[in-house]
């Protein structure tokens, strides 16, 4: 399984940005997305996530209301949607797959940077 991660750019506050994650390979071991991100000198949390079967979504509270998390399980693209985007959420925006099993490692995409100026 590898995952591609795209979208990330620099926007004033404000503003709003669409992260993509593309995965590819034998999804059939994927139980469902999530979006982790770090800040410099901070450690890495988690924003949101998305289980394929339930489309159920979890965010963490500083997103609620203003991110939206997706799956196109066509497409096999999970998305970011990025609304009213503050400096706090300057970082690398990494995307991850969840695997069904809890003797294999999730997937880990390499990360989109994403620069919030006030």
């Known amino acids: 399984v590898q995952l591609q991660a795209s979208g990330g750019g620099s926007v004033q506050a404000g503003g709003s940005l669409k992260l993509s994650c593309v995965v590819s390979?034998?999804?059939?071991?994927?139980?469902?997305m999530g979006w982790y991100r770090q800040a410099p000198g901070k450690q890495r949390e988690p924003v949101a996530s998305v289980i394929r079967s339930l489309n159920e979504k979890k965010y963490v509270d500083s997103v609620k209301g203003r991110f939206i998390i997706s799956m196109n399980n066509d497409k096999n693209t999970a998305y970011l949607q990025m609304n009213n985007l503050e400096p706090q959420d300057t970082g690398l925006y990494l995307c991850?797959?969840?695997?069904?099993?809890?003797?294999?490692?999730?997937?880990w995409g390499q990360g989109t940077l994403v620069t919030v100026s006030s």
């Open positions: 390979g034998d999804l059939f071991r994927i139980s469902g």
């Open positions: 991850v797959a969840y695997t069904k099993s809890w003797q294999e490692d999730d997937y």
